[in-house]
């Protein structure tokens, strides 16, 4: 019996050493377990850290792009497939519509072709790792504005382990309102430049004017009276020859009457000196004129008269124009004086006048013969003044006209005309005097600009 | 008597192609030809001359410079800068010095229309004394209180072209030295000359103008005290007659130009007296007080003591620098009365408002 309960006993007591061994195993699970699950929390915890940050740097990002209105670009180098950013699209145009393909193909294509070479150049240079950013301010064509002009920056951002570029990344800019800015700036300073030197001109060119006029008046002067004693000369040659008097003499006054050509030179010389006279005048008049064009403006708004302002613009664009038009003039006789910055109505005129013979080459050119009117005329209208300019040219067409005002927008092939003019005439009326510039077109009837100015500065 | 005229410019060509140009006025003119600066001084040390034309820039001593010297050396003459000049700086710097600017290229009409009728306006002025006495003045003095205002309203950060405009209509003095300069060949490319102030003002634009009254010292103030009270009350006398002549000229009908000139004459007719207070200070004092004592006319009075009327003197200044001869004419002859006429000039409107005055205040005194 004793074995028995010995036997159970030691039953007994294995069993509770295994339980306790189990117990403990269960606890080592446990205490396992926990850890692991405080690991998980605290790896969960980081997890959610790590989402947050990057929630919230992608939130930033797109603060960052949004505020700057830039657009973003990542580029596989391999595929060539490309990620560009909806302001991206936007920027140039692209929307619901028409869509932007997600391929760098889609963007190089789009650069104007002068800015193609110098792109491509900074491009070799920043992956052969010369630079170490992409900088490039280029041209892209806008879906229906013409030209944007663009600030692109980035860099290469993964390289494989020959050390050739995987991926490229980075931002874009529209900058074509800077660039404007820019342009004018470079404009005026042009302008001034010349403007000093054709001051300096025309200077030097009115003192020979000067006395070369001078001296063609005092030959017209002397003329009648020289004429009247060559009248003389043959009489008085026929009377010495049939006189007593000494015959050499006879002869060599003869001579020198034959020799001096004296019926042609008594019937030319007055009409040699008019004519000089004429083309003196005509010289002194350009030259005035050119003389007001450059005179250096003084910045601030000044009375001036339009129609001798226009007057003069005309006469110093004349080369522009008398090959393909003839000018007209229509002035209002009565028009006030007018508060303008009177360099940039002047530049503003003779852009207007240039497109106008622009505008007219082109429809004659194109077989209709003849030359073309290009009228200008001033009117007085309430408080303001008008000018008009009126052209028998080619027209503009009805796709072009909301955008002919667009800086870098132009039809003239590329490398021709810069897309400004009109551009400059819109800033320098509208925002400069306060003005309105607009216009009415026909194709192949011509059109006129009519550019109004308020008379008197707001003070 | 001939005139004896200096001309003066660097380059030979020009002088001998002016003395050709101007041959046909030999009997008129006994000109002169001064190579440069230098020979110029040199010309006027040794003789007198009536008229001296000079260029503007020369090597040695520049017209303007010349021009200085002129002044002190033979303060008589009419000074006259013939350039081709462009710049802001030598502009303002002749109208300092020069009576009148003119431009290359200059034709033979222009010059003879410029110096013969000032030179004739000389004649009427009795002794020399008061024919050099005009000649040499440069400026006009304003009143003091009208000049402050300029000087306070121009230095502003936003001056007003209206108020500097009105400032300067309201003084004598500034209006005839702002035409004068306004209608130099330099600031008045259109060759139209301007009566009309505010259109003067907005022709040279503010920055001109201050630099005219800060820097270059186109306009200063009157400084005889005791005949400060006469220059005020001169001034309101003016200013009501220009107004009179423009609603005068204006109710007439009478075209723009002459209602600009028959309102400008109206204004600068008693200029004369301004020259005289100027130059004589009390003395002229002493002869404003016997015109009224004696119930003379007081241009009478200064003819038999001046040698000339304030008419004359006011035509002469005018004249001498550049107004335009309807102006001219009416302040000469506003003394004369040539009664009702059929028709109107700057004179004659001056002529009938000056009367309706005179009938009004019931004297006949002063001239007014």
Redesign the interface.
């Known amino acids: 019996m004793k074995n028995t309960i010995d036997e159970r006993e030691d039953q007994l007591q294995s069993e509770v050493a295994q339980r306790q061994e189990v117990e403990q195993e269960l606890l080592r699970y446990i205490s396992e377990m926990d850890e692991a699950r405080d690991r998980v929390e605290r790896q969960a915890a980081t997890l959610i850290e790590q989402a947050e940050a990057l929630h919230q740097g992608k939130e930033r990002l797109d603060i960052v792009l949004q505020g700057s209105k830039d657009g973003f670009w990542d580029w596989n180098l391999r595929t060539g497939s490309a990620y560009f950013s909806p302001r991206l699209a936007e920027m140039l145009g692209y929307g619901d519509e028409t869509v932007l393909d997600q391929h760098i193909g889609a963007w190089t294509n789009l650069i104007h072709p002068d800015d193609r070479g110098h792109t491509l150049d900074a491009w070799k240079q920043h992956i052969a790792g010369h630079t170490t950013r992409f900088e490039n301010e280029h041209r892209l064509r806008h879906t229906t504005e013409g030209w944007k002009w663009v600030l692109v920056r980035g860099q290469v951002v993964e390289r494989d382990a020959n050390g050739s570029p995987r991926r490229a990344a980075g931002v874009i800019s529209d900058v074509t309102d800077r660039k404007r800015l820019e342009t004018e700036l470079r404009q005026s300073q042009k302008l001034e430049a010349v403007g000093q030197l054709a001051?300096?001109i025309?200077?030097?060119?009115?003192?020979?004017?000067?006395?070369?006029?001078?001296?063609v008046?005092?030959l017209r002067?002397?003329c009648r009276p020289l004429a009247a004693l060559l009248e003389l000369c043959d009489p008085a040659q026929e009377a010495l020859a049939g006189s007593s008097a000494d015959p050499m003499l006879a002869d060599r006054f003869k001579a020198a009457i034959d020799a001096a050509d004296l019926n042609y030179l008594r019937a030319e010389m007055p009409r040699a000196i008019e004519e000089s006279l004429e083309g003196?005048d005509r010289v002194?008049k350009i030259v005035r004129a050119l003389?007001?064009f450059a005179?250096p403006g003084?910045?601030?708004?000044?009375?001036v008269?339009l129609n001798?302002a226009i007057e003069t613009t005309i006469t110093i664009a004349r080369n522009e124009w008398r090959y393909v038009a003839d000018v007209v003039t229509a002035f209002d006789p009565e028009l006030p004086?007018v508060?303008c910055l009177i360099d940039e109505f002047n530049q503003v005129i003779l852009n207007l006048l240039i497109n106008a013979s622009h505008a007219i080459e082109e429809k004659i050119s194109g077989g209709s013969g003849g030359k073309g009117t290009i009228t200008i005329g001033t009117r007085s209208a309430g408080d303001s003044v008008e000018i008009w300019i009126q052209d028998t040219g080619a027209g503009i067409p009805e796709a072009f006209r909301s955008r002919i005002f667009e800086p870098f927008f132009t039809t003239k092939k590329v490398g021709k005309g810069t897309g400004q003019g009109l551009s400059l005439a819109h800033s320098a009326i509208v925002r400069r005097h306060g003005g309105q510039i607009r216009f009415d077109s026909h194709v192949d009837v011509g059109t006129t600009f009519f550019v109004r100015l308020p008379i008197a500065?707001a003070? | 008597m001939p005139q004896h005229i200096l001309f003066v410019d660097d380059n030979p060509l020009m002088l001998a192609g002016l003395g050709r140009m101007l041959r046909p006025m030999r009997h008129e003119w006994d000109m002169a030809f001064a190579p440069g600066g230098a020979a110029a001084l040199a010309a006027i040390e040794a003789s007198s001359y009536d008229v001296i034309v000079s260029d503007m820039r020369m090597p040695d001593i520049d017209g303007a410079e010349l021009l200085r010297y002129a002044i002190r050396i033979q303060p008589r003459a009419m000074r006259i800068i013939l350039s081709g000049q462009a710049s802001y700086g030598a502009s303002l710097r002749s109208v300092q010095t020069a009576h009148q600017c003119l431009s290359k290229p200059c034709e033979m009409a222009m010059l003879t229309g410029k110096i013969g009728p000032a030179l004739a306006r000389r004649a009427p002025l009795g002794g020399e004394e008061i024919a050099v006495a005009v000649s040499e003045m440069t400026t006009l003095p304003s009143r003091p209180e009208a000049h402050r205002h300029l000087l306070a309203e121009l230095q502003t950060p936003n001056p007003s072209t209206h108020h500097t405009a009105e400032i300067i209509a309201s003084d004598l003095g500034m209006t005839c030295k702002l035409l004068q300069v306004a209608n130099s060949a330099f600031f008045s490319n259109d060759r139209r000359q301007t009566l009309d102030v505010g259109h003067a003002v907005r022709r040279l634009g503010l920055d001109i103008v201050r630099q005219l009254a800060v820097s270059a010292g186109a306009f200063n103030e009157f400084d005889c005290q005791e005949l400060l009270p006469f220059v005020e009350e001169l001034s309101i006398h003016s200013i009501e007659t220009r107004d009179r002549s423009e609603v005068v000229a204006t109710s007439k009908g009478l075209a723009r130009p002459i209602i600009e000139a028959a309102s400008t004459a109206g204004l600068l007719h008693d200029v004369g007296k301004l020259v005289f207070a100027a130059i004589y200070g009390p003395r002229y004092g002493q002869i404003l007080r016997r015109a009224r004592e004696e119930q003379v006319p007081l241009w009478c009075v200064e003819r038999d003591h001046l040698g000339a009327s304030h008419a004359d003197v006011g035509a002469y200044l005018l004249a001498l620098w550049g107004l335009s001869e309807p102006v001219v004419d009416a302040v000469a002859h506003h003394h004369h009365d040539e009664g009702p006429v059929s028709e109107f000039s700057a004179r004659t409107v001056l002529q009938a408002v000056l009367r309706t005055q005179r009938l009004q205040s019931g004297q006949h005194i002063n001239g007014k």
């Open positions: 001051a300096g025309t200077h030097e060119l009115n003192t020979p004017i000067q006395y070369i006029g001078g001296n008046q005092f002067d002397i003196v002194g003389k007001e005179h003084q910045g601030e708004k000044v009375a008269d001798h004086p508060a500065t003070e």
